[in-house]
């Protein structure tokens, strides 16, 4: 096994914060070594010291991306934290729906993972519609930074446990059971929700209009305190007057430090 030093351990550590925005505090030291390990051997490196002047002189977006995936956790399922979806459903949705003269929504899943938070979204708009949405513009934006569980979002295919909070109705309607087991998401779901690869440390934003929701669930927590009220900043600026911005429930913001308005717990409005 190829020891990693305190040094090198904070070499990458601050490239990963200044990349990607996460910040690994001393007590990762082991759980990185652990998940590069397979990749320096590919590489034919003998130190993460090598590594690290790779990632520096010569490493690729697609390097750095790798690198994010090693040391990312991704873990999420259908309906987590569900007291943000009925709100979403019940609240905000009506709302936007009595618009008048418009009929778009703009919802951006940020940091989307493999794709059940902006998948469930779309479901829940698809109720709200009763399944036609000529005349809507009702298609998601979903973004990770991560490469591979953008691919795994984009294929739509799960398990059963990470249905296992779906209602049975949306199961039956929105997906289709695979000979192998699990479950792949019907293609006209699929193709409501747009992925992006897209990193949330980007001095620009490449958007056009802002947004009605934004969903951040459960990504701030890996941002020390800088780099998030930073982001929160950028995300205020692309949430449309009255729109809504989502965390996950171990997150909080300080209400002194944001121009949000607090909602509920997790939930703020512009």
């Known amino acids: 096994m190829i020891p990693m030093t305190d040094r090198e351990f904070a070499e990458l550590a601050e490239f990963i914060k200044a990349r990607a925005g996460i910040h690994l505090k001393a007590e ?3 759980m990185m070594a652990g998940r590069l390990q397979q990749m320096l ?3 034919g490196m003998t130190s993460f010291s090598e590594y690290y002047s790779f990632l520096r002189t010569g490493g690729s977006a697609a390097e750095v991306a790798l690198l994010v995936d090693k040391i990312s956790t991704n873990h999420t399922f259908f309906m987590r934290e569900s007291e943000h979806f009925s709100y979403f459903q019940h609240h905000v949705l009506p709302e936007l729906m009595r618009r008048k003269g418009e009929r778009d929504l703009r919802v951006w899943s940020a940091g ?3 794709g059940e938070e902006p998948y469930t979204l779309s479901m829940i708009i698809d109720e709200a519609v009763g399944g036609d949405r000529s005349g809507w513009d009702t298609k998601l934006l979903a ?3 991560s490469s591979a569980v953008l691919e795994t979002a984009r294929r739509g295919s799960y398990g059963a446990g990470a249905m296992k909070d779906l209602p049975d109705s949306w199961r039956k309607k929105y997906f289709e059971p695979l000979t192998e087991g699990g479950y792949s ?3 006209h779901l699929r193709s409501q929700v747009l992925f992006r ?4 440390m980007e001095e620009r934003f490449p958007f056009t209009r802002r947004f009605h929701a934004i969903f951040c669930r459960n990504v701030m927590i890996y941002f020390d305190h800088a780099t998030r009220y930073k982001l929160v900043r950028q995300f205020y600026d692309w949430t449309e007057p009255g729109g809504y911005l989502f965390i996950g ?3 909080s913001l300080d209400r002194g430090l944001t121009d949000y308005r607090y909602i509920m717990p997790a939930v703020y409005r512009k």
Do not use: M, W, Y
Request: with cysteine; hydrophobic share 25%; charged share 35%.
């Open 28 to 30: 990762k030291r082991a």
């Open 41 to 43: 051997h590919d590489k």
């Open 112 to 114: 989307c993972s493999s």
């Open 143 to 145: 973004t990770d930074i």
């Open 185 to 187: 998401v019907k293609p």
């Open 197 to 200: 690869r897209f990193n949330l």
């Open 249 to 251: 429930h171990s997150e």
